[in-house]
Antibody, heavy 118, light 107 residues
């Protein structure tokens, strides 16, 4: 059974940094692309970033490009999201997602809440 | 960016009723469309991908269709466990974008 467990979400001040992690199990981690999708409180879903199986290709939405970095450690079956220069509009639950389809999100973790506020 | 206009924003339906939710794409996205269900307080779940393909484990009362740039999700006989929010997503080009969602409630 595919399991994804996010961690690292906390309350942080604007302009500061934070790193999210996603521990994966139940599948061959290196075989699937991975992605982060976020959801602001009471709002809809928003794709954030995707990384290829090897980590050699990464894709970001414009609003996080240059501030967020997606990475993966296939030996540890772990996905990361380094978030710098955080803004209030980054406040959301961040979901780790994966699946055999590159741009669809078959499996989701429970999410981790990131709050950016002074 | 490709805009996905989802309707209705909210919907109240009775058990066993047929429910239809639609998404209109702002440009041609082919069959690059998915539907997700999100129950209250839970993570989203993939229901349909490639516009019409049922994801693993999803009940057959769910189905997807396409007519040009309009896409539909149909629930053939509404069950109590179907209550929640539904989102469409285009996967044709980045940034892949979601519809604003449809909140489905029981009448």
């Amino acid at each position: 059974e595919v399991q994804l467990v996010e961690s690292g979400g906390v309350l942080v001040q604007p302009g500061r940094s934070m790193k999210l992690s996603c521990a994966a199990s139940g599948f061959t981690f290196s075989s699937f692309p991975m992605a982060w999708v976020r959801q602001a409180p009471t709002k809809g879903l928003e794709w954030v970033a995707t990384i290829s199986t090897s980590g050699g290709s990464t894709y970001y939405r414009d609003s996080v490009k240059g501030r967020f970095t997606i990475s993966r450690d296939n030996a540890k079956s772990t996905l990361y999201l380094q978030m710098d220069s955080l803004r209030s509009e980054d406040t959301a639950t961040y979901y780790c997602t994966t699946g055999p389809h590159y741009w669809y999100f078959d499996f989701w973790g429970p999410g981790t809440m990131v709050t950016v506020s002074s | 960016d490709i805009q996905m206009t989802q309707s209705p924003a909210s919907l109240s339906a009775s058990l066993e009723e047929i429910v239809t939710i639609t998404c209109q794409a702002s440009q041609d996205i082919g069959n690059w469309l998915a539907w997700y269900q999100q129950k209250p307080g839970k993570s989203p779940q993939l229901l349909i991908y490639d516009a019409t393909s049922l994801a693993d484990g999803v009940p057959s009362r769910f189905s997807g269709s396409r007519s040009g740039t309009q896409y539909s999700l149909k629930i053939s006989r509404l069950q109590v466990e179907d209550i929640g929010s539904y989102y469409c997503q285009q996967a044709h080009s980045n940034p892949n974008t979601f519809g604003a969602g449809t909140k489905l409630e029981l009448k």
